[in-house]
């Protein structure tokens, strides 16, 4: 057996509205997931599996698996985020290799155009080319017929040196400069498209606008003529672009946080004039959003513990009352921010229990106390053994509801002398008490 305890209760009520806060989180996550890979593409199959992952979470929940449904949800959260961004990645690098192609094409058709007679019969097809009107199967096709015209093998009947008076007549030294070339455009284009990749992301996170600035600046980087410049050039846009595709990403987490919050916010009725600050917010710079989050986080907890606090009080009294204690109305001052009450069972005269609470009802210390400080203390000892058999039932009483108490720290009995309460807060009338719920409030 054992004297004063410190123990904490976990309410079956917060557990629900713990797991049921996560499972309308995870529901926005797969919201913004389905939203993110709509415009990246993603199968029916990956759709289907995500709901599929969802709802088995909720028949958890629904089975009070509280555990392992948090763990589990938080899980599938990270996880709808990371893909979304996979995802994301991987279409903005098929853009980014897509529009580098492109790029290149239109460099390489207007070398070739430099090249070919002025009445061969590609020549309109590389001016359409290098004037970017092409797709992108198109300007292979054009370019793959160009180079075939211009860099066909010689031919075989042609002695050495008519071959090599072929090729000066030609324009001397086409192939040669045209490798040259190729191989810089080579080196050139894996830097354009690693910036392509960027200026993808930044589209893909809404920021259509600040992309469209990025890519100009890196168009004309990839047209400077000195190689060590424009590889200075391509250092600093990437720089440039990271701290973009950062930013981007950082305001699109806040946008989320932001509307998430609104809609927890919208659900205690003392949170209307924070949602209101929020939505303003909304309208305004990232660092006023921010401070609004921020603010409204700390308000929504506070909300949110008020809650919890009512909830452990409620469980705890009830379970007090079904065993048959009282508890003094001038003594039920334990509040969410802490308190303490004095409960006691008309059948344990000269003595009760003294309950205080620390804040949002977390932990409680019990212990049993006497009002008469001529008693005899000998009648001490079996006193906290009756409260310790009645701590025993009101343990499984709430485990019965489906609530939890958890006792992190106990004292034998006798260890401590009785602490003695003035004999003017005893009960002595039904007038002296109060219902379980009114009690521990403020």
Known sequence: MSGPKVVRVVTREELVAGGESLLRRLDAALTEWERACSSVGVSPADQKASKDRRNALDQMLRADRFAEFGKAALAEIDFLDADAGHRRERAAQARAQERARLHTGKELARVLLRQIAPDAPERGEL???????????????????????????????????????????????????????????????????????????????????????????????????????????????????????????????????????????????????????????????????????????????????????????????????????????????????????????????????????????????MRTVAFDANRDSSGDIPAEQRWCDDFGALKGALKAQGSEVIVERAEGVGAFPLKLLSTSTEIESPRGTIAPRQALKK
């Open 127 to 365: 001016q359409r080319a290098a004037a970017g009107e092409l797709g992108l199967k198109d300007l292979d096709a054009v370019l793959a017929r160009a180079r075939q015209t211009l860099f066909q093998p010689a031919t075989p009947q042609l002695s050495a040196d008519q071959q090599a008076l072929a090729a000066r007549l030609a324009g001397g030294e086409k192939t040669e400069d045209f490798e040259v070339w190729r191989g810089k455009q080579a080196v050139s284009s894996r830097g354009l498209e690693a910036l392509m990749g960027h200026i993808s992301e930044l589209e893909l996170l809404g920021q259509a606008g600040r992309a469209s600035e990025l890519q100009q600046e890196v168009l004309a980087a990839a047209a400077i003529p000195e190689d060590a410049v424009r590889e200075m050039r391509f250092d600093s846009l990437v720089n440039s672009l990271k701290r973009a595709k950062e930013d981007a990403v950082a305001l699109e987490k806040l946008r989320r946080r932001a509307a998430f919050l609104g809609t927890e916010l919208a659900r205690h009725r003392e949170g209307t004039e924070v949602q209101q600050t929020l939505q303003a917010a909304a309208r305004g710079g990232i660092s006023e959003l921010q401070a609004a989050v921020t603010a409204g986080e700390q308000r929504l907890a506070e909300l949110k513990a008020t809650q919890v606090a009512d909830a452990r009080r409620r469980a705890v009294l009830d379970g007090l009352q079904q065993l048959g204690y009282q508890v003094h109305e001038e003594l039920s001052t334990a509040t969410s921010a802490g308190g303490q009450l004095v409960v006691r069972n008309p059948a344990s005269t000269g003595y009760g229990v003294a309950i205080t609470a620390g804040a949002g009802m977390e932990r409680l210390q």
